[in-house]
């Protein structure tokens, strides 16, 4: 099966001159497919952090220390009214060249974070900077009555908390958390520019050597779409098995 | 039992609130003061921070402050090129993105099946590769008719951050035509407009006002995003940053020109977000 | 008969409005009191004082011995005796009929949970629910969630039962389950205190009539004395405008 597809792009290739690399030659399918996985591996790590640094920040605005909420409204503003991109050499040139370096495996000195690892952190920082917003909003969304109604059977702060604020929360933000995700998926490109060897990033090592731009381009355009097809499918799962029935939030 | 007077109001007292401000309160005008006071504060830190670190190394032969001021106006004169490219992108993408979002909603199945893709399309794909779709694919020149017109980068990467402007615009027409009611474009029927009439003149200047604020929040991820021209080799305030840190070769002020840099667009974006959350919630108490 | 329930000269103020003035009441175990009065007369912030969702600014609030103005109320304490039920229920959307009446025994209480499911049970079928054990409140008409929340009160087992405005959201037809449920605990022995505009409930029902305007008890007596034989004008003049 793979060989037949393999050779029907080769004589696609040989024939019509459309050259799909990627699909016949070894070399540069190993190079592609292990562009998606760091960029599967950058999203999902992005994902999960993005969603700490938010829950986090949320818990923080609520604090009753005025510093707290101060700093994180600042850092929410910060991170969301600058360009990802010039976050990312911040922390990639200015921030790692604060830091120690470590001595590898090899005896040569390597800083304490790689350039993936920067990618995660920045892009996990800009995408938080909008999750906080987006729980913040979903937990003031829920109606006061639902509170008081909780505290009226004898729950103590947290219990409310945990047992009705965040579970009806969360349901009104899973859209707008949905959407940033995506975003966020999408930001994981510009790693490219620190050297990530992400999906973008092989590919373009793909079509410099195979000289083809514009097959790799719409690969790449149709592979993004695809990953954001099955983020929002999963979402959407998610959204769906979390539904109660009779409740539009 | 005899019914009772409805009264559903509530019956629990509450202090009068005053109505709410339609302009961004005092408050608020002094918490983002504050805000703008922190920001420049962590930026002094940081130049503190490199002073301290470069102390530590060999003795520059320059303050930081000075390196940064002799380079400023060159980075600035880069920023305002961002700036100038995000205008135009916007311009671009408005028009198009217009023109899509009304064939979202066209009667004729092949333009709005077709519209609906091309928006979801370049919605979903990546800026950064769009951006490269159009530097590597548009053609060094256009011919139209004898004419030979050159294609520059700076144009083609309008071009390319225009894309998913147009298909992000297609989504805040859509959605804006789609808030409104229903009854109105049967109201407007049964006075016999026709159905351009009824768009242009009924539903499109309501749905404007409901437009404007996503709109502006999508003109200032565009300006963020122009800083991807530098990837594609295009001289931005980017650009300049890295090339005045290359010419004066020196760890300790990384931290600082970042930092100016994000300032700037920080400068520039945050009252154009704050100026969309007015008016967000000027249109939500409207209607 | 004993006061359950001993209320001495609250105040209270949102800032610099008055919303009660000089309230004092006793309501003994077992009674039902019903509170009337016009809109904003404070009838709903006096309930939510006795289960201290709402601080009192003076005054003196005795619960079984317990004192509801003291900066250590033992909350917990106060509100396992004393159940609420809201106008607008109030139930929470995400959990099931049963969930949301076993819930707060299981958290709060730390009751085992198969004994709150099964009392979960019992107090569904006392409010004619059995059949909707496993609905979603959306899925269930005011009239049952407002049940539901009478039930969820009372798996708390209290000692007394405030119910605020209770009916004022429901239509005449669903009204009437919600009123006969209220009926049935009190002719049980249950101490209940109500907030109504159903003045012909509160003349079924009712042991003590309080009539209230401007945050004062401008009248209070049996059902006769303040539905038949009011002396204050102004209760005669409100009673007019809703009889």
């Not at chain 2, 700076?154 to 009611?181: D, Q, T, Y």
């Not at chain 3, 039930?151 to 006969?180: C, G, H, I, Q, Y």
Request: proline letters at 5%; one cysteine or more.
């Amino acid at each position: 099966m793979m060989d037949a597809i393999a050779h029907w792009f080769k004589w696609l290739s040989n024939q019509h001159g459309i050259n799909y690399s990627v699909f016949f030659d070894n070399y540069d399918q190993t190079l592609f497919l292990k562009g998606l996985k760091t960029t599967i591996i950058l999203s999902l790590a992005c994902i999960a952090l993005s969603i700490l640094v938010g829950l986090i920040g949320a818990w923080l605005q609520g604090s009753r220390i005025r510093a707290a909420r101060v700093g994180t409204a600042m850092f929410v503003q910060f991170f969301r009214n600058t360009p990802p991109l010039v976050q990312l050499a911040f922390f990639y040139y200015a921030v790692s060249a604060l830091l120690p370096t470590v001595t590898d495996s090899f005896g040569a000195q390597t800083p304490l974070i790689n350039n993936l690892g920067w990618a995660i952190i920045s892009f996990s920082l800009f995408a938080g900077a909008f999750n906080i917003e987006i729980f913040r909003s979903g937990i003031e969304a829920v109606p006061s009555a639902m509170t008081e109604a909780a505290e009226s059977l004898g729950y103590t702060r947290f219990q409310i908390y945990r047992i009705v604020v965040i579970p009806i929360a969360f349901r009104i933000c899973l859209p707008s958390l949905g959407n940033n995700l995506v975003n966020l998926v999408k930001t994981t490109t510009l790693a490219y520019a620190i050297g990530v060897p992400e999906l973008l990033y092989a590919s373009a090592q793909i079509w410099s050597e195979a000289m083809n731009v514009r097959e790799m381009m719409v690969l790449l355009l149709i592979t993004y779409v695809a990953l954001v097809a099955i983020l929002v499918a999963v979402m959407q799962r998610w959204e769906k098995s979390l539904r109660v029935p009779g409740y539009v939030s | 039992m005899r019914p009772v007077q409805s009264s559903s109001l509530p019956v629990l007292l509450t202090p009068n609130r005053t109505a709410r401000d339609p302009l961004p309160s005092l408050t608020a005008i002094i918490q983002s003061r504050l805000l703008f006071v922190s920001l420049l504060g962590t930026f002094f830190i940081s130049c503190g921070i490199s002073a301290a670190y470069s102390a530590a190394g060999a003795q520059p032969s320059l303050s930081i402050l000075d390196v940064l001021l002799k380079w400023a106006p060159l980075v600035f004169g880069g920023f305002l090129f961002n700036i100038a490219v995000s205008i135009a992108s916007m311009a671009l993408g408005t028009a198009s993105g217009l023109l899509l979002g009304l064939g979202q909603i066209s009667p004729s199945r092949p333009i709005s099946k077709t519209s609906w893709f091309l928006t979801q399309f370049f919605r979903n794909s990546p800026w950064l590769v769009l951006l490269f779709f159009a530097m590597f694919l548009l053609p060094f020149d256009l011919k139209i008719g004898s004419v030979t017109v050159p294609l520059p980068a700076w144009f083609k990467a309008i071009i390319g951050l225009a894309l998913p402007v147009m298909a992000n615009v297609a989504e805040i027409v859509r959605g804006g035509i789609k808030s409104i009611p229903l009854s109105q474009w049967e109201s407007a029927e049964s006075l016999a407009f026709s159905r351009r009439q009824i768009l242009w003149q009924i539903i499109l200047p309501q749905a404007f006002k409901r437009m404007i604020p996503p709109w502006m929040n999508l003109y200032a991820i565009l300006t963020m995003a122009t800083t991807l021209i530098s990837v594609v080799g295009i001289q931005d305030s980017m650009t300049l940053t890295k090339a005045a840190l290359v010419a004066e070769g020196r760890l300790d002020l990384y931290l600082p020109f970042y930092m100016m840099l994000l300032l700037m667009f920080f400068a520039y974006c945050y009252p154009i977000a704050r100026l969309t959350q007015s008016l967000e919630s000027r249109v939500a108490v409207k209607f | 008969m004993q006061p359950l329930i001993t209320i001495s000269h609250v105040e209270k103020s949102f800032g610099t409005m008055p919303v009660l003035r000089d309230i004092s009441m006793t309501i003994a175990k077992g009674e039902c009191a019903c509170i009337i009065g016009p809109s904003g007369s404070g009838k709903s912030t006096l309930l939510r004082c006795i289960n201290g969702l709402v601080p009192v600014t003076s005054g003196s609030i005795l619960v079984d011995s317990i004192e509801v103005n003291d900066p250590h109320l033992d909350k917990l304490a106060l509100r396992r005796k004393v159940g609420i039920v809201f106008q607008q229920y109030n139930l929470f959307p995400h959990k099931t009929a049963i969930q949301n009446i076993a819930m707060a025994p299981i958290h709060v209480l730390n009751r085992p949970k198969d004994e709150a499911y099964e009392n979960a049970r019992r107090l569904l079928a006392k409010v004619k629910l059995s059949e909707k054990a496993d609905a979603y409140p959306g899925e269930l008409s005011g009239g049952q969630q407002q049940r539901v929340a009478i039930a969820r009160s009372l798996a708390m087992n209290p000692m007394v039962m405030l119910f605020d405005e209770v009916t004022a959201a429901l239509d005449p037809e669903t009204k009437k389950e919600v009123l006969f449920t209220i009926r049935d605990l009190a002719a049980e022995g249950m101490t209940c205190v109500l907030v109504t505009h159903e003045m012909g409930f509160a003349s079924e029902v009712a042991d003590h009539v309080y009539f209230t305007d401007g945050g004062r008890i401008v009248e209070a007596g049996t059902p006769t004395e303040i539905f038949k034989a009011a002396r204050n004008e102004r209760t005669r003049a409100f009673l007019s405008q809703v009889l």
